[in-house]
């Protein structure tokens, strides 16, 4: 989640240096790259390049474990994992190259990597209970109804008229949930944060970073944040046949005939968005949430636009 940073995410500097030290040799300054209330990130150079520490927050204290799971099985399309610490919630990557933010985002390159993500979260299938266990947030489409009530008894930062908008549309919201529940598309692994920064190149390999906004949920709500920045950093609209290829090379993977569920898996995925975004909004200090909420009123308005459609 693209977010302004707060109150950070601290780690005794000391302690990460011994043991990144376990795994690399440092050839230069640890330096820090970035500090959230979230994560804290160090930049660690050693012989073989760049290695990236990363320090988890209660919040996604499950990123390590998920991603060493996920590159033992996929070591060819997430980054190398040169070491991790599930109870210390600690992180050790190798550089996985340019973000496609610095290429500017195109769509061409999401062909290529949508429908490997989408292999992917199918073979991730018989892993979903495991990552459950293994804290995971559970955002299965059967959670979805309570899980959206909830939201609503928390006060969110919105004009009380779209809220109530929002009350509105919780019985609907709910039959949408038990419709896309009855397709037989079973729960896997969810980026949540599928976008341009978040997916590097290097010769010519693509691999996903970054899973602490990650959960267990309806696959294809992935695409509500990939769909997204194609339409406010590169300008598509949202009929731009782009869309439609994009979808067509994601769900190949998963067979035939999904069109209307992908489409009903979005309109239901933009809401389990803004519930994860909640989430995280409650693990946070009031001095936080107010820069958090620079950004939450656009993802509430996105699926404001989806309570009447």
Avoid at 32 to 61: N, S
Avoid at 98 to 127: F, I, M
Wanted: proline share 8%; hydrophobic share 45%.
């Amino acid at each position: 989640m693209e977010r302004a940073p707060g109150i950070v995410c601290t780690v005794d500097r000391a302690a990460a240096e011994d043991w990144i030290r376990a795994h690399v040799t440092p050839v230069g300054a640890v330096e820090l790259a970035r500090e959230r209330p979230w994560a804290t990130v160090l930049r660690v150079p050693h012989a073989g390049g760049v290695a990236w520490f990363k320090a988890c927050g209660a919040v996604q204290a499950f990123e390590p474990w998920l991603t060493a799971g996920l590159f033992a099985r996929w070591p060819d399309r997430v980054a190398e994992v040169l070491g991790h610490d599930e109870e210390r919630a600690w992180l050790l990557l190798a550089d996985a190259g340019t973000p496609l933010r610095e290429t500017g985002n195109p769509p061409q390159v999401w062909l290529d990597a949508l429908p490997r993500y989408a292999e992917l979260q199918r073979g991730e299938v018989p892993h979903a209970a495991g990552h459950l266990a293994h804290g995971v947030p559970d955002l299965r489409v059967a959670t979805l109804p309570d899980r959206y009530e909830r939201l609503l008894s928390e006060p969110l930062p919105l004009e009380p008229a779209d809220v109530e908008r929002l009350r509105r549309f919780a019985p609907r919201f709910a039959h949408l949930c038990a419709e896309l529940d009855g397709y037989p598309v079973p729960a896997s692994v969810q980026h949540d944060d599928l976008h341009m920064a978040n997916v590097y190149a290097h010769d010519g390999r693509l691999r996903l970073l970054d899973w602490g906004d990650a959960s267990i949920g309806h696959p294809f709500a992935s695409l509500v944040v990939t769909f997204r920045f194609l339409e406010e950093v590169n300008g598509l609209p949202p009929g731009d046949p782009w869309f439609a290829r994009l979808r067509d090379a994601y769900l190949e993977p998963w067979g035939t005939g999904l069109g209307g569920v992908f489409e009903l898996a979005l309109r239901v995925g933009i809401f389990a968005h803004v519930i994860a975004w909640g989430r995280q909004r409650a693990h946070l200090s009031a001095a936080d949430r107010l820069e958090f909420d620079r950004g939450y009123p656009v993802v509430l308005r996105r699926a404001l636009g989806r309570c009447s459609a």
